[in-house]
């Protein structure tokens, strides 16, 4: 399964909840923000690499961490340099090898951010308790279902005491996950870890479980994602 972790807005969290949920489905997690990579990476090969043709997905992937991640390189001359329209090829490759890949999407409506869509048969979307946000979220949803990567599960992500659970379920038509504000979540990020890596078992690590479990009911049967 190919899953992809999008937002129409910038700095709602896509990569953290794509690194989050990648661990919990025991995926590969490529980050696809081809301009803006935001998940770190050692030395090596990478995705500008392979869209290149300088290096195979699979030797890109880097296995041993607490998620398997297939990273991307951050500068302009290595994001100009790739053929976008080669991701869709890569991530079903690494897909083959490992089974489940969640692709964190940039932001945005252009063509990069459709490309991962394109590669995937779902789509989790990430969002925020602010009125903005939900409709960048909006405009995200009919991208994926008209590229065929139909809604599993929203992660309304940074949430205060009362999020707006009801009214964005009802706003989006899927499940929706509250995903606390903590900052275990941001200490976690900055060592590139999960949560249930950095601190099992707190109240946080479990929302993440949670949307992943939302996200396996749904793709379980293709006819319930919108």
Known sequence: MILAVAGGKGGVG?????????????????DADLAMADLAARRGPDLHDVLADRAD????????????????????????????TGLVAAVQTVEDAYGTVVIDCPAGMAADAGMPLLAAAATVLVTSPREFA???????????RELDAGLAAVALNRTGDRPPTDCVRRALGAPVVPIPDD????RAQRNCSPVSAFSPGCRVAKCFADLAEQTRLATEEPSSVP
């Open 14 to 30: 896509k990569s953290t909840v794509a690194l989050n949920l990648g661990a919990e489905l025991d995926a590969v997690v490529v």
């Open 57 to 84: 997905p699979l030797e890109a992937v880097r296995e041993g961490g607490p998620v398997r991640l297939l990273p991307c390189g951050r500068t302009l001359a290595g994001a100009r340099a790739g053929d976008v």
């Open 134 to 144: 939900l409709a960048d979220a909006l405009r995200t949803r009919e991208l994926a």
């Open 183 to 186: 900052d275990r979540v941001r």
